[in-house]
T-cell receptor, first 108, second 115 residues
């Protein structure tokens, strides 16, 4: 089976930088995805890492280390609208297994 | 313009009833999924389906069954509803399971309440 660990909650202030970590245990690993979900909304895709290293998309970056079974999502220049839950998900062949999510609270 | 749509958005029903949730995607994807999100926000895959294979999460009770009339639709039928079935159900789609499964597009969700 698969297991993922991420912090349950992270708090930060507007303009700050926050990092959400994800460690995983799985067999047949293909890559690590990140999704954002606002309260009452649907999960939306943010990024995907199949190879080691950093992927940057605007204010968001995602990192993967396959040897450490570890990844993180980095959010820069935080805005109030970034308050949401963030899920890491491992791709194992044809399905995704999601972590339990990290609730990010951004305060003024 | 909606990419993945689900109906109904809210569903309130009594224990023992049978209900269906419909899902449609207009993205041209050939793989669709059903997820259950419980009150603790844990997002759990229930089914993955394309025109070649159905992958069932072994923990899903057989009261739940997906039915796909065509590539753009994947409906969820639930028989003999139980209190524990109360959750938000999300439909999602992606490009073929081998190439695009990491980037899934989710519908708005159906909040099911069983009383």
């Amino acid at each position: 089976g698969q297991s993922l660990e991420q912090p349950s909650e992270v708090t930060a202030v507007e303009g700050a930088i926050v990092q959400i970590n994800c460690t995983y245990q799985t067999s047949g690993f293909y890559g690590l995805s990140w999704y954002q979900q606002h309260d009452g909304g649907a999960p939306t895709f943010l990024s995907y890492n199949a190879l080691d290293g950093l992927e940057e998309t605007g204010r968001f970056s995602s990192f993967l280390s396959r040897s450490d079974s570890y990844g993180y999502l980095l959010l820069q220049e935080l805005q109030m609208k970034d308050s949401a839950s963030y899920f890491c998900a491992v791709r194992v062949y044809s399905t995704l297994t999601f972590g339990k999510g990290t609730m990010l609270l951004v305060s003024p | 313009d909606t990419a993945v749509s689900q109906t109904p958005k809210y569903l309130v029903t009594q224990m023992g009833n049978d209900k269906s949730i419909k899902c449609e995607q207009n993205l041209g994807h050939d793989t669709m999924y059903w997820y259950k999100q419980d009150s603790k926000k844990f997002l759990k895959i229930m089914f993955s389906y394309n025109n070649k294979e159905l992958i069932i999460n072994e923990t899903v009770p057989n009261r739940f069954s997906p039915k796909s009339p065509d590539k753009a639709h994947l409906n969820l039928h639930i028989n003999s509803l139980e209190l524990g079935d109360s959750a938000v159900y999300f439909c999602a789609s992606s490009r073929s399971s081998g190439q695009g499964v990491h980037e899934q597009y989710f519908g708005p969700g159906t909040r099911l309440t069983v009383t």
